[in-house]
């Protein structure tokens, strides 16, 4: 693919901004595709940007310049790249729960003038997203100080089937080897948890400066009204949050290995006779473990964002000593678990049940501050469209930390029987973890009876759409299977409307279990199948299998997680089936977890706004910005990141689009019925065309006198119910795809252009500075 200068036809015409050019800017959805499919030509050039994301047009028209012509010229923003690539990206999936806690910070309800609610609701999802940290570090913690180097490594039959341990295991020919110590041990094992922390900070360093670091359009920021946060001129620019958080986490995760390896030796030397010394150094470590633990937390809970301006600032101090400190830490805590203690041997489990226990606690606490806190905002301005009442992003926070838990557990759980498969040798993983695996089970059976319900309700509202289709073709003779299929695509849109009932059940049945795990855990001290023992024969098998499947799938999950992912990355049709969950989950700042999956729109939603700025000042012209599925989404976004002179100058066009339907019902305080009314007013006209067969995308729902109508639809899909004329052939049912082929399309298209006022003057030059700058 050849590269074409952007600007190029403008140079080549001569043709002045009275032209009058017109332009029609492409911003595909989810899945991706090629510039060739959305151009319609297999002969297109780049004009701008790079293999990441770029923008193209076709060969003639890249030639042929900017003058007026019988139709607009079209331009495609590629950004697929942004959001595929490599197959080891499926490896973020792991990481999944930093992502959904960082969906819930931005699901807060809509409240203006509620400025101390807002804090507080950000304050708490980002003590919710520290505690998963904490989480997965000390599962991991727990898999290897406690499973390998303490349990299995201590005792000899157990170090004896796994030869790698040898070296680690005391024996009678050698008991005194200098690893086969306890604290030694320990600290060999500890680089584990540390390396993936160090792994963590490192994939969250790289990303940030290929996504957080690209500086968006400067304008001067607007006064806040009713309208979304979007407008912000620092929104997509979160480098300096980022940064922070990332310094944060780091510290409290290597804080965490290194707590879980002074513990036992700090309670070896509290012990009566022990040595003085190491006893003064350990209370001295866990007060310096415990200060800087605090200060990493102080900068947690820190004001998070400033989106009024664009913040540059860095941090580098803070940024550079809180990990540094905290490594400093964990290496000193090292030595001193290593020292040498006569008589310390390695028996039972570490201490985990009382941390996983208070970790989990403080989890639930969390979310039921997040709960009572949403509910306030969302009473100070109720809108019935909002997703579960405004309990949305508390009940996504609760999923995350479920999420984390299961997955936890039952790595803990598997390790443990893989270890000692009779469970004859070795203690297993602490009691709590045993019980949150065996939750599985359960949620899954909640689950299927949910699939169920929801199976019915489609059965249903097929039924009642194959009359509504017979009504709408009258005097067409009737095919009974062409009828049943689009009922039946129909009926299927409808289930994301479901979505609440479902994230609803889910979140509640976790509450309750959760609660039933944490209380029979600390009640019983024993696993689900020794609580059970003495209860109802139907009890007891119960508790068997969830026990025994609880492990099995989180196994079998992590392997379906990583395959899934690593075929979504490469097939398009499976990308498709994953991608909007996906999209929308990376779509949003890392503004609560910075170990999540990057953030996108931080680098597409400036590429947008540059290229919109740039052309309109340049030309004069009118443009039609075009967006399908989520690319209406960062349509929006990118016009609400324009400077208001240029907003007034475009038209937006959305088609299959999620902007109310999925984002405005849970993402109410960007884009609730408010938020869109004013980027409709800003904006010089706007058409949305939406399908009843389309899952995803819906009609906008302005409020009532919000101007002129925007949605046109539902279009008709297929296009012909029978053979036609038009369609010798049976039209394909399109669904989510293929607006371009309906004929209202170029409709509604035209339409907007000849709303643009055709008179609008031409701007002044940039300075010649400035415009390099934007080329």
Not at 276 to 293: F, I, R
Not at 725 to 747: C, K, M, N, T, V
Request: proline residues 8%; glycine residues 10%; hydrophobic residues 45%.
């Amino acid at each position: 693919m050849d590269r074409a200068q952007e600007g190029s036809g403008e140079r080549r015409t001569g043709q002045g901004p009275a032209a009058q050019a017109e332009l029609e800017l492409l911003v595909h959805g989810v899945g991706g595709t090629t510039p060739g499919k959305m151009l319609g030509d297999p002969r297109t050039v780049r004009v701008s940007g790079d293999d990441t994301a770029a923008v193209f047009r076709r060969a003639e028209d890249a030639e042929a310049g900017e003058g007026r012509r019988e139709r607009p010229v079209q331009e495609a923003y590629v950004w697929c790249n942004l959001t595929s690539g490599d197959s080891s990206r499926a490896l973020w999936l792991l990481l999944l729960p930093f992502m959904v806690v960082n969906l819930a910070h931005w699901m807060r309800p809509a409240a203006a003038g509620r400025q101390r609610a807002v804090r507080l609701y950000g304050l708490l999802v980002r003590l919710a997203a520290l505690t998963l940290t904490v989480l997965l570090v000390a599962a991991a913690c727990e898999v290897a100080l406690d499973l390998v180097a303490w349990q299995c490594a201590g005792v000899p039959g157990c170090a004896r089937r796994h030869s790698w341990l040898a070296f680690l295991a005391p024996s009678p020919a050698a008991p005194g080897g200098w690893w086969s110590r306890p604290g030694r041990r320990l600290a060999l094992a500890a680089t584990a948890p540390a390396t993936l922390t160090l792994l963590l900070w490192y994939l969250s360093r790289r990303t940030w400066s290929a996504y957080e670091s690209h500086r968006p359009m400067t304008h001067d920021p607007e006064p806040d009204t009713d309208g979304s946060a979007l407008t912000r001129p620092g929104f997509w620019y979160g480098r300096r949050l980022v940064a922070r958080l990332r310094a944060a986490h780091t510290a409290v995760a290597l804080l965490t290995v290194a707590a879980a390896l002074a513990a036992p030796a700090v309670r070896f030397d509290l012990r009566p006779g022990g040595p003085a010394a190491l006893d003064v150094l350990g209370g001295l470590l866990s007060a310096a473990l415990l200060a800087w633990t605090a200060t990493a937390v102080g900068v947690v809970c820190r004001r998070g964002r400033t989106e009024h301006r664009l913040d540059q600032r860095v941090d580098r101090r803070l940024v550079r000593l809180l990990p540094l400190g905290a490594l400093a830490l964990l290496l000193l805590t090292a030595v001193y678990a290593g020292w040498d203690r006569p008589g310390w041997r390695s028996a039972g489990r570490l201490p985990g049940d009382p941390a996983f226990g208070a970790l989990m606690l403080a989890q639930g606490l969390l979310a039921v501050a997040l709960a009572v806190v949403a509910r306030t905002l969302y009473r100070s301005g109720p809108d019935p469209r909002t997703g579960m009442r405004g309990l949305g992003g508390p009940a996504v926070a609760l999923l995350a930390c479920a999420l984390g838990g299961v997955m936890s557990g039952g790595v803990a759980q598997r390790v443990a029987d893989w270890l000692d498969g009779t469970r004859a040798l070795l203690p297993g993983p602490p009691v709590l973890l045993t019980w949150q695996a065996s939750t599985i089970p359960p949620v899954l059976a909640v689950l299927l009876l949910l699939a169920a319900r929801l199976a019915a309700g489609a059965a249903r509202t097929a039924r009642a759409e194959r009359r509504r289709i017979r009504r709408e073709h009258p005097g067409e003779p009737e095919d009974p299977g062409r009828t049943r299929a689009i009922a039946h695509a129909r009926a299927m849109a409808t289930v994301t409307d479901r979505a609440p009932l479902v994230v609803g059940v889910l979140a509640g049945t976790t509450l309750l279990l959760g609660g039933a795990a944490l209380v029979g855990a600390l009640a019983t001290g024993q696993t689900p199948d020794g609580a059970a023992r003495r209860t109802y024969d139907a009890v007891r098998a119960a508790a068997g299998i969830s026990q025994a499947l609880g492990s099995w799938l989180v196994g079998l999950g992590f392997i379906l997680i990583v395959t899934w992912g690593r075929r979504a990355y490469k097939d398009a049709s499976a990308r498709r089936t994953i991608g909007i969950l996906w999209d929308v989950g990376t779509f949003w700042p890392r503004a609560a977890h910075p170990f999540g999956p990057p953030c996108y729109a931080e680098r597409a939603v400036p590429d947008l706004t540059w290229r919109i700025a740039t052309w309109t000042r340049r030309t004069g012209g009118r443009l039609v910005l075009s967006g399908h599925s989520q690319g209406s989404v960062l349509a929006a976004a990118a016009a609400w990141q324009l400077p208001p002179s240029v907003r007034g100058r475009i038209a937006l066009l959305t088609y299959g689009s999620p902007l109310e339907r999925l984002y405005g019902r849970w993402f109410p305080a960007h884009f609730g019925p408010p938020a869109l009314a004013a980027l409709h007013r800003d904006v010089a006209c706007w058409g949305n065309l939406w399908r009843a067969t389309d899952p995803i995308g819906g009609p906008v729902r302005l409020p009532d006198g919000a101007g002129p109508g925007v949605d046109h639809g539902p279009l008709r899909d297929p296009l012909a119910y029978g053979r036609t004329p038009e369609h010798p052939l049976p039209a394909p049912i399109l669904g989510h795809s293929d607006y371009q082929a309906d004929p209202a399309f170029a409709r509604v298209r035209a339409r907007l252009l000849n709303r643009l006022r055709p008179d609008l003057p031409a701007p002044r030059p940039e300075p010649t500075e400035r415009r390099a700058d934007a080329g």
